[in-house]
């Protein structure tokens, strides 16, 4: 019962709606922004594949290189790739030196994305795509663009709604009449609850609108969706290198992308979570969305001063805003972010910090019970 | 007297409303921010982070050696330096790499050029030529990965394209004629970069001497300075909306109103809160550009000995309509582009609150009037040169006046209208 009324106070609130719509309004400004060009090269060339016909724009030559391009990104990028020997150059030449210990760890990580890399090689998935990302960079345009963004902005629903939701009885001021007994206090576990709901709700429905749009506005994304995450022809720019996709597990794009929104929605619910940790110490609902954005701002700085050859990089960054921040490379190894690239980082993260809120849940709620309402 | 005792009684009211935000536990909370943000973004290096600090350094050298511009004949003593420099470097060079068969800078920079562009490199034919394709190979990754960054030759290497840099800014200035460089930046495809007719008189006046700015020669730190200015207005813009957003609203989230708002005068106290807000968007101000101040000017990289360098003696396209020292651009940059613009924001968070009945409908109603504020005056202030000498002073003052105006409009109407914010 408690639940419901609590869900209901938030499905009530107009900022949630008035939030969730501003979201959805600039993921789709972005989704536009971003396809305007591209749509038009993407189209031609599903024309040429479909027709044999090359479009009469002298710009789109990719159609006119589409069948070479085609026939060398395999050799080009993973007949002779040795992950390894790719790793270590990368690490001499941009990466600071890790702790032995990390450089253990890193090393074995590696040695289960070389056995990935020659099981690509073996099971045909290497020439298994449709668009040369290189030209059209699918990939970062939906997972360094938008799904970013959506990160972020869920995270700040989710901390609004959390933080309204805790603060609620004070804003009202009926708190002392619901806190004076044991079971108005219990309330807070059916806010926490009702607020995770609400979270993942609003993800639920700013992901599916974005992506919904990003297929509708992507021309044929059926043979996007279908081709291989970690293929030859997929590969882009990352910064500074450029190499092959390599994902811990085969995957379509299809497959890629769903992982990605669940795993989207459990960042927004460990956000919520986090906020609803940090409520019981704050003085109101603004002091506790500054507290939950400022804990996520340390998280961020904390790796990013400290130097590489720190002992507790892994840890530093097994962090929600490492998590985030590292989207365009969940699900595979990223050789410029060795601690982050192992199997299961990213939903590990997400699972990890609910387990340390639910925890660090235990001995605020015995301090919360017993403490005086004023 | 009687004019006295109402300023006190208004600055005790003033200081009673500012006080309800310098408590301990905020101030530990802006300082945790203002430490974080420092870690990350703080560096108020300008011109040390790329290049061993050569930039600065030589700056430093050449204006003790000549002063705060440049003329013919000292750029001519620095043509000569650095070809003194040219011939130390082939030196080290053989030291180094003499083994290898490169035996002067020219080689060095033959073999990179050759070994990182391919074909596309105009040294390609003459490097496949002395050292063979296979052997181009080996030399460039000797030459590009064999030296670690703290090497006493990539320092070295540094400084000699600092030294180059400086070169190319001597001949332009040299070589100049502004009527044919106006026509020519005239065809450029973004509107948005093509000077105005105007500016043609301001670069004569800029570059009539026949001299440059010692600042000038060797690296722009005032172009360099607006990357770490913005970082930290960023920070400053944040801690005076973080401060500005709850004000307001917590009369509404409070018990007070009632009482307080059931009478006229009562709610002039809006009045005295927008003051003390704009307050402690000036202290705040006031607080840490003094510490980026502090930071830029002194110790072994600070800016101290360039402060009183005319930043636009030589400058054409970027040059600024009104001539002033380094120091005076740094502080028009802390007024007119931090605070003043800081000033507004907190006004704008101010009349937003206005109508929010809770803290979290505040801080949301603050995140697009944030982004609003910061474009406005970011399109305001972009390249002065490609505007009219005018349009910047009097956009920004209609800016302050509109602004103004609808705060006095909004506070008297909530003043006038029946109790209830």
């Not at chain 2, 068969?101 to 074909?119: F, K, N, P």
């Amino acid at each position: 019962m408690f639940f419901r009324n609590e869900i209901r106070k938030v499905l009530r609130f107009p900022l949630f709606w008035v939030m969730i719509a501003c979201c959805a309004g600039l993921n789709l400004f972005v989704i536009t922004d971003g396809m305007s060009y591209e749509r038009i090269g993407i189209q031609a060339v599903n024309e040429y594949v479909r027709t044999g016909n090359v479009p009469s724009y002298d710009e789109y030559n990719v159609c006119v290189n589409y069948d070479e391009v085609k026939e060398s990104a395999y050799d080009q990028y993973y007949k002779d790739f040795d992950i390894m020997a790719f790793k270590a150059d990368i690490e001499k030449m941009f990466v600071t030196p890790h702790s032995a210990v990390a450089q253990k760890i890193i090393d074995r990580n590696y040695q289960k994305a070389e056995a990935r890399v020659d099981e690509i090689r073996q099971d045909g998935e290497a020439y298994d795509c449709y668009y040369p990302g290189v030209t059209f960079s699918l990939h970062e345009m939906l997972y360094d663009n938008l799904f970013l963004l959506m990160l972020f902005e869920l995270a700040l629903i989710a901390c609004f709604m959390t933080a309204y939701l805790m603060k609620y009885e004070e804003f009202y001021d009926t708190h002392q009449n619901v806190y004076a007994t044991k079971i108005g206090r219990s309330i807070v576990f059916s806010k926490a609850a009702a607020s995770a709901v609400a979270s993942a709700l609003a993800a639920f429905i700013v992901i599916t609108v974005s992506v919904i749009c990003f297929l509708i506005v992507l021309p044929q994304s059926w043979n996007f969706l279908q081709s291989s995450v970690s293929a030859a022809m997929a590969t882009e720019r990352r910064g500074m290198v450029q190499y092959p996709f390599i994902t811990w597990e085969r995957m379509s794009q299809l497959r890629y992308l769903l992982r990605v929104c669940a795993v989207t929605v459990g960042y927004t619910v460990t956000a919520s979570l986090v906020t609803f940790v940090l409520s019981f110490i704050s003085k109101n609902a603004y002091i506790n969305a500054v507290l939950t954005a400022m804990l996520y701002f340390a998280l961020y700085v904390a790796a990013a001063v400290l130097p590489g050859s720190n002992p507790f990089g892994f840890v530093l960054q097994f962090t929600p805003t490492w998590g985030m921040l590292n989207v365009p490379n969940w699900f595979m190894e990223y050789v410029l972010n060795p601690y982050m690239s192992y199997p299961g980082y990213e939903t590990w993260v997400c699972l990890g910090w609910q387990i340390l809120a639910a925890a660090a849940t235990l001995p605020l709620w015995r301090y919360f019970r017993r403490k005086g309402i004023n | 007297m009687t004019v006295f005792v109402k300023w006190r009684k208004e600055w005790k009211i003033l200081a009673g409303e500012m006080r309800r935000y310098l408590r301990p536990a905020l101030l530990i909370i802006i300082a945790a921010f203002g430490v974080l943000w420092y870690s990350l973004y703080g560096d108020v290096k300008v011109g040390q982070r790329h290049d061993h600090g050569w930039c600065y350094k030589l700056t430093v050298q050449y204006k003790e050696r000549f002063g705060k511009t440049l003329d013919r004949s000292e750029r001519d003593a620095i043509r000569q330096d650095y070809a003194e420099f040219r011939q130390e470097l082939d030196c080290v060079v053989e030291k180094y790499l003499g083994e290898y068969g490169i035996h002067s800078q020219r080689d060095y920079e033959m073999v990179c050029e050759a070994g990182l562009m391919g074909t596309d490199s105009e040294y390609y034919e003459e490097a496949v030529r002395k050292y063979g394709l296979d052997d181009l190979v080996k030399l460039y990754e000797k030459c590009a990965f064999g030296f670690p960054y703290n090497h006493p030759f990539r320092s070295l290497e540094d400084k000699e394209q600092v030294y180059k840099g400086a070169m190319i800014t001597f001949d332009f200035l040299e070589n100049l004629d502004v009527d044919k460089y106006y026509e020519q930046e005239r065809q450029y495809e973004d509107w948005r970069y093509r000077p105005v007719p105007e500016s043609v008189p301001r670069m004569k006046e800029c570059t009539a001497s026949g001299e440059l700015s010692t600042m000038r020669a060797f690296y722009m730190p005032d172009v360099e300075i607006g990357e770490t200015f913005g970082r930290w207005m960023m920070f400053v813009w944040i801690v005076c909306a973080a401060l500005a957003v709850p004000f307001l609203t917590r009369n509404r989230v409070s018990c007070v109103q009632g009482q307080q708002f059931a009478s006229k005068i009562g709610k002039a106290i809006l009045f005295r809160q927008l003051g003390a807000v704009l307050l402690l968007a000036v202290l705040v101000n006031v607080i840490i550009w003094s510490v980026f101040c502090g930071l830029l000017f002194n110790g072994s990289y600070g800016l101290a000995p360039l402060l009183d360098c005319p930043i636009d003696v030589g400058r054409t396209w970027d040059a600024h309509w009104y001539d002033m020292t380094f120091l005076q651009y740094i502080l028009r940059m802390i007024v007119i582009n931090s605070m003043i613009p800081s000033m507004v924001l907190t006004c704008a968070l101010f009349l937003t609150t206005c109508f929010c009945k809770n803290y979290l409908t505040a801080a949301a109603a603050a995140i697009p009037t944030y982004w609003l504020i910061d474009q406005w005056f970011s399109i305001l202030d972009f390249y002065p040169m490609f505007r009219p000498r005018l349009a910047f002073p009097l956009l920004f003052s209609a800016t302050l006046l509109v602004v103004s105006v609808a705060t006095a409009l909004i506070l008297q109407w909530i003043r006038k209208r029946d109790y209830v914010i």
